[in-house]
T-cell receptor, first 116, second 111 residues
């Protein structure tokens, strides 16, 4: 399978715990995006990377959220001190070379987070 | 701010018939891109069709076509010969400096 992969697919945690998600983009794609999707809504942009550089962060990304892409390949999204409001599907997408305005993004299956 | 509006939360269509999903957007940029994504139940989001704003010709992909009205900032999706496998959430999205999605339309194709 050469698509975008995400792990884990499901995560249940208790409030206050830290969680980390991983995204492996399509291999030749240099841009990687993170989105959050709540039930019945469209995805909301969180952040994106070009290679290892984090170029943009949404206001939705509070200081409890951090994302990395250390070698320009896979990326991790960490949420510290989780809150019930963090419960959502976290989607990763990647896109090939080119300016952002020309991107077509390919999405992974998502990680569904439930905070109890 | 860039916004995308899908005014139809739910729609249904009989198999083999045609359905049109509506989308309006708002952007201050002159160069942007528009997309329709499909998200089947419990499955990942996939691209259905894309449209470059500078192109006047409406994009077409097999049974899927768009009606792009730039002046009205409207970008509707037409699905012809609907199939059961078309049942999904459909999201309209616009991309200029940021990617924004609408709230989605849940389409059910009935046998």
């Amino acid at each position: 399978d050469t698509g975008v992969s995400q792990n884990p697919r499901h995560k249940i945690t208790k409030r206050g715990q830290n969680v980390t998600f991983r995204c492996d983009p399509i291999s030749e794609h240099n841009r990687l995006y993170w989105y959050r999707q709540t039930l019945g809504q469209g995805p909301e942009f969180l952040t994106y990377f070009q290679n290892e550089a984090q170029l943009e962060k949404s206001r939705l990304l509070s200081d409890r959220f951090s994302a990395e892409r250390p070698k320009g390949s896979f990326s991790t999204l960490e949420i510290q001190r989780t809150e019930q409001g963090d419960s959502a599907m976290y989607l990763c997408a990647s896109s090939p070379k080119g300016g952002m305005s020309t991107d077509t993004q390919y999405f992974g299956p998502g990680t569904r987070l439930t905070v109890l | 701010a860039q916004t995308v509006t899908q005014s139809q939360p739910e729609m249904s269509v009989q198999e083999a018939e045609t359905v049109t999903l509506s989308c309006t957007y708002d952007t201050s940029e002159s160069n942007y891109y528009l997309f329709w994504y499909k998200q089947p139940p419990s499955r990942q989001m996939i691209l259905v069709i894309r449209q470059e704003a500078y192109k006047q010709q409406n994009a077409t992909e097999n049974r899927f076509s768009v009606n792009f009205q730039k002046a009205a900032k409207s970008f509707s999706l037409k699905i012809s010969d609907s199939q059961l496998g078309d049942t999904a959430m459909y999201f309209c999205a616009s991309l200029d400096n940021d990617m924004r999605f609408g709230a989605g339309t849940r389409l059910t194709v009935k046998p």
